[in-house]
């Protein structure tokens, strides 16, 4: 009988310990210990893009977590993510025109509602709607920014559709800038290889703020920086007609090969150097470096 | 049996044991209201095969915990990432390690002693004297060693994930000079209650105690009742159950995720 009490109770001091030691991995090494507790209300809030963002995300005012994104659903018959964010009753005090943003802790964090304040008298209460939201940022869009050095154009105005043959185009890649001056003025909007004068041609969407292109305007295509995106750049021309929707601009440059760069310095501007120019560039100038109209049809 | 035919057979042996592994399982699962009745015989099983556990589980888990505190600082110190240790610590033992580790020590420490005991109490005849008693072993002695298997799992898995994380934090903050809050808070962030611990934890281990209980009585009650058979049907129980547990990590895993 004693030693069957023994392993009794021995057997519940396991158990016991195996239960102690689940509530201790639950509550003192998860989420749960960051979650909040007591009573919270419910807002709702759309944004167009909500990245990554997770049900169960900390919801954050100044960097202090208020509450949690409680469900995420997509708005029915729209392209639109419906998430809804549980608050802490604590922080009840929330102006109804506040904004809500969709940040990224840090390079490689997870993702959190930011609420900034407005300025409205009126709080949001229980089932309230968070109107003004921003929308998690592409980080390929911000590098791209950088990258192309300006910001993309806005394209409120509408745009119209311009065509440019090159002979190599290079890295260029769908939605790099079209710039003018260095500021951006469109986007490419298509690279196709035309089966026929086998070349590339580009079809650019610049904003119709620009109407004023001169049409025979010369396109580029350059590097922003050493190892930044490729980008079309419009140098303007002299005549007193302007670009419209559908044409074509004939003065065009193609991208710049490195290898091409490294094997004129190696030869040293010798005649060689235009037989190394050959990138798809038959170009009977020769000698393509002085020439910016290279690759002209 | 020839070795010949034993090879030619080895498929067919194969398949045959998963089969009556099987059948035998749904008889536990039947017998298991039955055996309700010998609930003290259950509590004694789960003394043997979870209490008496818990050295070996805790000191492995203090040792895989601080093992992969060293690992993980010099690693994460390329990338200047060391305050990450306390997060990758917790998500490596609860995802993986804790499960698969307990797993495979109670196949080892406690699945052998059900193979032999069951084992010998074939040889020596004592289960055909209980069915001469109207006993029925499967009730008597299949089911309570397996329903303490299945409930000493999860319980030892808990134990060894907080050792874990303790041996942890132990080489991360104590020697290595990681910032506690950091360690602490990185590692609240990240784990998830429902995914690392309940699915993760919970579910992993439940899984593993039914497969690893499961194989140890199934080669005790089937073994061939001499010494070698005993022998032999120990061997198989660790080869099984390790296998099962590494493919059913695998399963469970992609499942649960």
Request: charged share 10%; with cysteine; proline share 3%.
């Amino acid at each position: 009988m004693s030693q069957r009490k023994s392993y009794a109770v021995g057997t519940g001091m396991f158990i016991v310990l195996g239960f102690a030691a689940l509530v201790y991995l639950a509550t003192q090494t998860s989420s749960i210990a960051n979650s909040h507790q007591g009573a919270s209300y419910t807002v709702d809030a759309q944004f167009a893009n909500i990245g990554a963002l997770k049900e169960r995300a900390p919801v954050k005012v100044a960097g202090v977590r208020i509450g949690q994104v409680q469900s995420i659903s997509l708005e029915p018959g729209k392209d639109v993510a419906d998430v809804s964010l549980s608050i802490d009753k604590k922080y009840a005090q929330i102006p109804a025109d506040s904004v809500a943003t969709i940040y990224t802790s840090g390079l490689l964090g997870d993702q959190y509602v930011g609420v900034q304040f407005g300025n409205a008298k009126n709080y949001l209460a229980d089932g309230g709607h968070i109107g003004l939201t921003k929308s998690t940022q592409p980080l390929e869009e911000m590098l791209g920014k950088f990258l192309g050095g300006g910001s993309a154009a806005d394209a409120i105005g509408g745009t119209y559709n311009v065509k440019a043959s090159f002979t190599n185009v290079g890295a260029l890649a769908v939605g790099a800038p079209v710039k003018m001056a260095g500021v951006a003025i469109g986007s490419v909007t298509d690279v196709k290889a035309d089966p026929v004068k086998l070349d590339a041609t580009v079809t650019m969407s610049i904003d119709k703020k620009y109407n004023q292109i001169p049409d025979d305007s010369a396109a580029a295509i350059f590097t922003s920086g050493l190892i930044g995106s490729q980008y079309v750049a419009i140098q303007p021309g002299g005549s007193p007609n302007s670009l419209k929707d559908g044409d074509q601009l004939v003065l065009t440059q193609s991208a710049v090969q490195l290898e091409d760069l490294i094997g004129k310095f190696l030869v040293s501007g010798s005649s060689s150097g235009s037989n190394a120019n050959n990138g798809g560039n038959n170009n009977p100038a020769g000698n393509g470096s002085s020439n910016p109209n290279a690759g002209k049809h | 049996m020839s070795a010949q035919v034993h090879r030619e057979n080895v498929v067919l042996q194969s398949l045959g044991q998963i089969g009556s592994c099987g059948l035998f399982l749904l008889r536990v699962l039947a017998a298991v209201p039955r055996s309700l009745r010998h609930v003290r015989e259950t509590v004694r099983q789960l003394w043997f095969v979870g209490a008496m556990s818990l050295t070996i589980i805790m000191t492995c888990g203090l040792f895989v915990g601080m093992v992969l505190g060293l690992q993980l600082y010099h690693v994460l110190a390329i990338f200047g990432g060391t305050s990450a240790s306390g997060s990758v610590v917790a998500l490596s033992i609860y995802r993986e390690l804790g499960p698969v580790v307990t797993a495979l020590l109670f196949a080892g420490r406690a699945g052998t002693s059900i193979t032999a005991e069951i084992g010998l109490m074939r040889a020596t005849d004592q289960i055909a004297a209980m069915e001469m008693m109207a006993v029925d072993p499967i009730a008597y002695v299949v089911a309570p060693r397996f329903l303490a298997g299945l409930i000493a799992m999860p319980l030892l898995c808990c134990v060894f994930c907080a050792m874990g994380i303790f041996g942890g934090h132990l080489v991360g903050v104590s020697w290595l000079g990681v910032d506690n809050g950091t360690f602490w808070s990185n590692m609240t962030s990240t784990v998830d209650v429902y995914q690392d611990i309940i699915n993760g934890v919970i579910w992993k281990s439940v899984g593993f105690g039914a497969v690893c209980s499961l194989i140890a009585v199934f080669q005790g009650y089937t073994t061939a009742p001499t010494s070698e058979g005993v022998a032999y049907a120990t061997t198989r129980t660790v080869v099984a159950s390790s296998i099962a547990i590494l493919a059913l990590d695998f399963i469970l895993t992609a499942f649960l995720m």
